[in-house]
């Protein structure tokens, strides 16, 4: 069973940087998308980062430039790095595993972390 725990939320003024944890266990194969989407009250959930599987990165518009999504092979995590923090980057971030198509494309969540900034 596959399961997603993120950390780091918190709670920074605008400006400031944070670093998002998604730490993945469980039977995880055939992944086409690794990735991080967030939410914000009263909103839908949007996609923030993906990293695919042929190693390329897409970003929402909003925070290109901005974030960075990696992922550690070794301690099997996803990490979100937040920099320039800006109020409307406030939400619940959310981890994501995509598999491929071809596996049914089955998507796996993490329970999310709250991100808040001030300004």
């Known amino acids: 069973q596959v399961q997603l725990v993120e950390s780091g939320g918190d709670s920074v003024q605008a400006g400031g940087s944070l670093t998002l944890t998604c730490s993945m266990s469980g039977s995880i194969f055939s992944i086409k998308y690794l990735g991080w989407f967030r939410q914000a009250p009263g909103k839908e959930r949007e996609r923030v980062a993906t990293?695919?599987?042929?190693?390329?990165?897409e970003y929402a518009r909003s925070v290109k430039g901005r974030f960075t999504v990696a992922r550690d092979n070794v301690r099997d995590t996803l990490t979100l790095q937040m920099n320039n923090l800006k109020p409307e980057d406030t939400a619940t971030y959310y981890c994501?595993?995509?598999?491929?198509?071809?596996?049914?494309?089955?998507?796996?969540w993490g329970k999310g972390t709250l991100v808040t900034v001030s300004s």
């Open positions: 994501n595993i995509t598999q491929k198509p071809e596996r049914g494309g089955m998507q796996f």
């Open positions: 990293l695919a599987d042929d190693g390329s990165t």
